[in-house]
């Protein structure tokens, strides 16, 4: 599962992992050789919708590399009893 934290040593920018094809493809997949699934974190959280917004964000971290992109619901309220 990837992360949307920034390695800005690795990558020379601040964008987070789970969009960055430097660290997905580059790192992971050529690099450590990863033949698995790459799953994103929840691409709806706060700091991902406000710089990217849901639809670009999840355009770019399937183009950065990832198989399975997790969007979740708005979770809603249970109902008392």
């Known amino acids: 599962m990837s992360a949307h934290i920034a390695f800005p040593a690795l990558t020379g920018s601040n964008e987070p992992a789970t969009v960055s094809a430097a660290v997905l493809t580059g790192l992971l997949r050529d690099s ?24 670009e964000a999840t355009r770019t971290a399937f183009l950065a590399g990832s198989d399975l992109l997790l969007i979740p619901p708005t979770p809603t309220p249970r109902c008392s009893r």
Do not use: E
Not at 32 to 55: C, H, K, N, Q
């Open 32 to 55: 450590l050789r990863f033949p698995g699934l790459v799953v994103t974190d929840a691409l709806m959280m706060g700091a991902i919708v406000a710089r990217y917004g849901a639809g």
